[in-house]
């Protein structure tokens, strides 16, 4: 059974940072690309970031200078770090693995709130 675990999200106000976790069981972790999207209301799901299990990392400009994707294989875990979080970040953030590119499981998410 596949499981995707997000955690660390909360409330935080603009300039602060948050630090995103997956913890993944069930799946073959360490050769598995993995990433993140997230969900604002009313809008739809948008990719943020991944790294390959090579550890070539990728992100959507938003995200380039402020959010860091790392993984460890030891762990099963991704991670995500936020900074300089503002308002129009708020939204749910999505843990996914990709298989043959496309997104495959994902975690039932976790809420990032930016307050101004």
């Known amino acids: 059974q596949v499981r995707m675990v997000e955690s660390g999200g909360g409330l935080v106000q603009a300039g602060e940072s948050l630090r995103l976790s997956c913890a993944a069981s069930?799946?073959?972790?360490?050769?598995?690309?993995m990433g993140w999207y997230r969900q604002a209301p009313g809008k739809q799901r948008e990719w943020v970031a991944s790294?390959?299990?090579?550890?070539?990392?990728d992100y959507v400009d938003f995200a380039k200078g402020r959010f860091t994707i790392s993984r460890d294989n030891a762990k099963n875990t991704v991670y995500l770090q936020m900074n300089s979080l503002q308002p129009e970040d708020t939204a749910v953030y999505y843990c996914?693995?990709?298989?043959?590119?496309?997104?495959?499981?994902w975690g039932q998410g976790t809420q990032v709130t930016v307050s101004s």
């Open positions: 790294m390959t299990s090579a550890g070539t990392r």
């Open positions: 996914v693995n990709f298989r043959s590119g496309m997104p495959d499981y």
């Open positions: 069930g799946i073959a972790f360490s050769i598995n690309t």
